[in-house]
């Protein structure tokens, strides 16, 4: 089992330019979000998905979309990249909202 | 909105030395709480987790968690750190009941041990 991937690993952007994450996850599991880590804030939930079609924002949602259309696929757009988006970004992955999350590798990103 | 605290931003140990990380919540119902560890470069891993029973939980690496629900708290202890627990640690909880709720994190405690 891989268990959740990201792709890709780094990307740099230049403002205003979108880009799309993805995030995979091999282990049936119905509730996947996306959140972003910064120095000294900790981890912020961005949006989430407690099953296929289904999305909800979290606590920073602002200037990111999400979607889920297949069950193990949650994919993260950025639609006009801003230099506060720079930053790590994290998917996880649970089998449901209380049990434990799996993390997957992260994505830096850098906008510019 | 549930609010976690992690008192210390900053630990720096020598090897052999005994270590507690303390965490504090805000909500005053059932919940479940959690502990993860980011090692430098890699994704959070769980180290130990809380639901229900004993309010003492043993974790992998011979970390354990007190839970205490009059203090609202669930400190982190190791008796005797080694140079490969430097990380970045992760208190977060989440209210067992609400349907709706999401896990939220403290600001994590960076933790330097020296050899």
């Not at chain 2, 303390?22 to 993860?36: A, E, I, K, P, R």
């Not at chain 2, 004993?54 to 007190?66: Q, R």
């Amino acid at each position: 089992n891989a268990g959740v991937t990201q792709t890709p690993k780094f990307r740099v952007l230049k403002t205003g330019q979108s880009m799309t994450l993805l995030c995979a996850q091999d282990m049936n599991h119905e509730y996947m979000y996306w959140y972003r880590q910064d120095p000294g804030m900790g981890l912020r939930l961005i949006h989430y998905s407690v099953g296929e079609g289904t999305t909800a924002k979290g606590e920073v949602p602002d200037g990111y979309n999400v979607s889920r259309l297949k069950k193990q696929n949650f994919l993260l757009g950025l639609e006009s990249a801003a230099p506060s988006q720079t930053s790590v970004y994290f998917c996880a992955s649970s089998y449901d909202r209380i049990y434990e999350q799996y993390f997957g590798p992260g994505t830096r990103l850098t906008v510019t | 909105a549930q609010s976690v605290s992690q008192h210390n931003h900053h630990v720096i140990l020598s090897e052999a030395a005994s270590l507690e990380l303390g965490c504090n919540y805000s909500y005053g119902g059932t919940v479940n709480l959690f502990w993860y560890v980011q090692y430098p470069g890699q994704h959070l891993q769980l180290l130990l987790k809380y639901f229900s029973g004993d309010p003492l939980v043993k974790g992998i690496k011979g970390f354990e968690a007190e839970f205490i629900k009059s203090k609202f708290s669930f400190n982190l202890r190791k008796p005797s750190v080694q140079w490969s627990d430097t990380a970045e640690y992760f208190c977060a909880v989440i209210e067992g009941l609400s349907g709706y709720s999401t896990l939220t994190f403290g600001k994590g405690t960076m933790l330097l041990v020296s050899p």
